[in-house]
Structures are given as C-alpha cells and as structure tokens.
Nanobody, 121 residues
Framework: QVQLIESGGGLVQVGGSLRLSCAAS???????MGWFRQARGKEREFLAV????????FYADSVKGRFTIFRDNAKNMVFLQMNSLKPEDTAVYYC???????????????WGQGTQVTVSS
C-alpha cells in the first residue's frame, strides 16, 4: 500500500518555472517514480520516470530538456522541475509509483490525486 500526494502546482507565466513535489507514504527507495499529466478533455500523458535502481531517468520527447525528475529518498519524495513552461503544459499533473525497475507508462500501480498547473500566455 502506497499513498502519494502531489503539491506545488499553480499559475505561472509562459517561460516560467515550477517545481512539483510528491510525498510517498512508503519507502521511495523501493519504488520507481513517475510523472504524468492530463490536459482537460485529453488522455493521460507520460512525462518522466526515475528508476528505483540507480536513479536514472527517462523523459518523453515533449518535455525532454525542459523538465527534470529527481528524488530525495531520505524524505520519501520525488520532484518534477519544470522550466521554460508553455501554454500546452497546462494540465493536472500526477505523481505515480511502481515496484518495477523500469516501468513503462502502463505499469504504474499507485497514483496521487493530482495538482493543477496552469501556464498563462
């Protein structure tokens, strides 16, 4: 049983930055952590994953070079640093977790409640 809570969303201008946080109720070191987003009326989109083994990460093309996922296992937290934000980044952002070493986008078993990010132009 893993519970995840996201925070840090809000309103930001085009080109600005936000850092999202995700707190895990369990030991984050035993979980690969991911970030997804879902724009209103659209399907959920995979953004990034940080493996539980070695801390290496993989990013979707849409955010590569702009977003960074990283973790602090001592605090059982994972973060998403978002830079150079665009209006199309507006969405509800979700933290997710998986016991797999390298889960694909369909292999995340635990989900947070989401936090809204709005990028204004």
């Amino acid at each position: 049983q893993v519970q995840l809570i996201e925070s840090g969303g809000g309103l930001v201008q085009v080109g600005g930055s936000l850092r999202l946080s995700c707190a895990a109720s369990g030991a984050a070191s035993s979980l690969s952590m991911g970030w997804f987003r879902q724009a209103r009326g659209k399907e959920r989109e995979f953004l990034a994953v940080n493996s539980r083994s070695g801390g290496n990460s993989f990013y979707a093309d849409s955010v590569k070079g702009r977003f960074t996922i990283f973790r602090d296992n001592a605090k059982n937290m994972v973060f998403l640093q978002m830079n150079s934000l665009k209006p199309e980044d507006t969405a509800v952002y979700y933290c997710a977790a998986s016991p797999r070493v390298w889960p694909n986008e369909y292999e995340f078993e635990y989900w947070g409640q989401g936090t809204q990010v709005t990028v204004s132009s």
